[in-house]
């Protein structure tokens, strides 16, 4: 594979788009029975034999409005993610690519940045995901330990940023990962060398 390109993950992506899509779907699901469950009416109290009356009913939840908002705002946002991965998978279009000395990226047109020059970057690493600088969720954190991926810092006139991208996302894996990253750092080097000589 060409170590100067990144695409996004066709396999890694769709799998990602489905995940999210059931997220979204389970969701929305149980927020449709919390709605039901909420509305239902009381079932007509019947005695039992000898006159005796069954215990109430259990108290309905008075917190299921909030939740069902909660689940219904949990479940627009899996949609969003199984859309953006979707359309990842869709494409295949290219994560990152390196020209002459200039890094492009969508993830760096999305932070407002059309590319990055070789000098701009601060630290490269490819590594484990739990072991790359960064603060990561409880969840992420358990997942992170099985997961590899590129963490670029940068700074620019905008000032400093980060570019993340993990091993599912591209085709290749860690190796094409490192491929990158090796290539990126011939370009660094050079640069780095002719700003000190300046």
């Known amino acids: 594979m060409n170590p100067s390109i990144l695409h996004y993950s066709r396999g890694g992506n769709s799998g990602k788009a489905l995940l999210f899509l059931a997220f979204a779907v389970v969701a929305f699901v149980v927020a449709g029975l919390m709605y039901d469950d909420a509305h ?21 939840d008075p917190l299921a409005p909030l939740h069902m908002i909660v689940l219904i705002g949990a479940g627009c946002g899996c949609l969003f993610y199984a859309a953006r991965h979707g359309r990842r998978a869709a494409t295949a279009r290219v994560a990152a690519r390196i020209e002459n000395g200039r890094l492009y990226s969508d993830l760096l047109h999305d932070a407002g940045i059309g590319s990055l020059d070789a000098r701009d ?3 490269l690493l490819v590594d484990r995901a739990d072991r790359l600088p960064g603060d990561l969720s409880v969840s992420v954190g358990l ?21 993340r991208l993990m091993d599912n996302d591209v085709d290749g894996g860690t190796e094409q990962l490192r491929r990158f990253a090796a290539y990126l750092e011939a370009w660094r080097k050079p640069a780095a060398d002719r700003a000190r000589q300046a």
């Open 121 to 123: 970057i601060t630290q």
């Open 40 to 60: 239902a009416p009381p079932p007509p109290p019947v005695p039992l034999a000898g006159g005796l009356w069954p215990a109430p009913a259990p108290r309905r």
């Open 143 to 163: 997942g992170a330990r099985f997961r590899h991926g590129l963490y670029l810092a940068y700074r620019t006139d905008q000032g400093p940023g980060v570019l």
